[in-house]
């Protein structure tokens, strides 16, 4: 039996949980510490060359992919003209660091928070131009032609469709297009961010700026539409809404909301849902009259309150409502997405097994004072997973309210097993116990969207695991 000192060697070497503060962000762009053995880059993760009226909030964000604070000697930043081809401005970053979470801002000084780097306004020109980092004992200076060597990262942007910066591309981005920041995606300002694309590919995707921060990425894998946010308005002048998340600016069809009582499992709602998603693919179902107008209304003779404090499933499915007549049984047919939520009691386990096979109900017992609503935190892949949902502010028609790895700190957690013949838990297991358990001790609403990065995953070297095994997710041995 090895000591308590080796058990919490092993632990702390394998297990880190990521407990996180609020704040609106959407996606997580840092890698799992089994990410971070690998290389570390630096690249240029978002871009707000244009805004509105005259450019006094441009800035250029780039991002250490280590996640922590980074040193920039040896990289410089070069502004290109695409008329003419050379550098307008070169940025020498020697002697810099980028933040504790890898983020390294050069603008103007009315951007929140302040760049490391201020720029006079109307400096960073709309395009067609480039933005490129290099790295290397190489000089950059202004006036230089455009080059690939020592070239780390590139961006070739324009702000119309009809713009050409063919030289910047075959130099900087081989075989790929300049990036358009669209100055009709918003009323207001918006900004060129990088997202994670299909496979290990990386895109930029117009969307609301996030100077300092991750950036908002909109899922353009999903195909279908999904539960964003559900808000039971459970008081007096708050207004119960349902939120669904589809691809960008796209017509709604042939999908039914059906609201389903968590005890008895009857259907006693459901309604059709049509129209278009918002440029953040987002789509309001609420009442007619609300603060924030719904994208399409509760009918008319809806009753009140719509939702419940639960147990309560919210379900999507693809069809017509012709096929959920009141009174009917839940059924898993057709279903896209489901949500069950309970504050107090427990919903049925049919229910349960019927809409989130395997998972739990969301317990929303929220400890938090004021309005709260439930916010799905991890987009897109996972559907069916009430534990994906965590409470926070309401958020109609905006991302949602999710916690940030930008206040994250690691935990590590010491799992011993005794019995070395049981069947091991994963890694999803160990998060949701984890996440409970959090609960239990601060009654703040944890859930397991709080806990990222790795979980349980053994130090070979301890000389308590089993000769052979070697490694993974959940694994504890003794
Ligand atoms: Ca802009
Ligand atoms: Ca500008
Ligand atoms: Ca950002
Ligand atoms: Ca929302």
């Keep these: 039996m090895a000591s308590a000192t080796a058990a919490r060697r092993l632990v702390a070497t394998g297990v880190l949980l990521c407990m996180l503060l609020w704040e609106a962000a959407a996606r997580d762009l840092l890698r799992s510490p089994r990410e971070q053995k690998t290389e570390h880059s630096l ?17 250029v964000e780039l991002y ?143 969307a609301t700026p996030t100077p300092g921060k991750e950036n908002h990425c909109i899922p353009t894998s999903l195909l279908t539409a999904l539960i964003s946010e559900v808000h039971a308005g459970s008081s007096p002048g708050e207004s119960a809404f349902i939120e669904l998340q589809g691809p960008p600016s796209t017509v709604l069809r042939d999908l039914v909301l059906v609201l389903i009582e968590g005890r008895t499992r009857e259907v006693y709602f459901c309604m059709d849902v049509y129209g278009k998603t918002s440029p953040d693919g987002l789509f309001l179902i609420g009442p007619a009259q609300a603060r924030t107008p719904a994208d399409l209304p509760f009918p008319p003779n809806s009753s009140s309150p719509l939702l419940g404090t639960g147990p309560q499933a919210i379900a999507l499915y693809a069809g017509n409502s012709s096929s959920f007549p009141v009174g009917g049984a839940a059924s898993a047919t057709n279903l896209l997405d489901a949500l069950v939520y309970v504050r107090q ?49 309401p958020t109609p028609r ?32 160990i998060q949701t116990a984890l996440a409970q358990a959090l609960d239990e001790l601060c009654r703040c609403g944890a859930s397991v969207v709080y806990l990222k990065g790795e979980c349980g995953v053994l130090d070979p070297d301890w000389p308590g695991v089993a000769p052979g095994f070697t490694g993974g997710h959940g694994g504890i041995c003794c």
């Design 398 to 429: 905006q991302l949602n309210d999710c916690p940030s790895s930008r206040f994250s700190q690691a935990v590590s957690l010491c799992l011993r097993v005794a019995d070395c013949h049981r069947q091991l838990p994963g890694a999803r297991e």
């Design 345 to 393: 009691g427990s919903a049925d386990p049919e229910l349960l097994e019927i809409l989130t096979p395997g998972r739990p109900a969301l317990e929303t017992h929220s400890h938090q004072p004021g309005n709260v609503s439930v916010s799905r935190c991890s987009c897109c892949s996972v559907t069916r997973d009430s534990s994906i949902f965590t409470l926070g502010s």
């Design 43 to 59: 690249l240029i993760n978002e871009l707000n060359a244009d805004n509105p009226g005259e450019d006094t909030s441009e800035f």
């Design 64 to 206: 250490h992919t280590s996640g922590r604070a980074a040193p920039l000697d040896s990289y410089c930043l070069v502004f290109y003209n695409g008329n003419g081809n050379q550098a307008y401005k070169v940025l020498n970053l020697q002697g810099t660091v980028t933040d504790h979470q890898g983020f390294f801002l050069v603008g103007s000084s009315t951007v929140k928070p302040r760049p490391s780097v201020i720029l006079p306004k109307n400096t960073i020109q709309n395009g067609p131009d480039a933005i490129a980092l290099y790295h290397g004992e190489g000089s950059c200076r202004e006036g230089m032609r455009v080059t690939s060597e020592g070239l780390v990262d590139a961006l070739v942007h324009t702000s119309r469709r009809s713009d050409r910066a063919d030289a910047l591309l075959s130099v900087l981005t081989p075989s790929r297009d300049a990036f358009l920041e669209d100055p009709s995606f918003r009323t207001t300002d918006e900004s060129i961010e990088r997202c994670p694309g299909a496979g290990s590919q990386w895109v930029f995707q117009v």
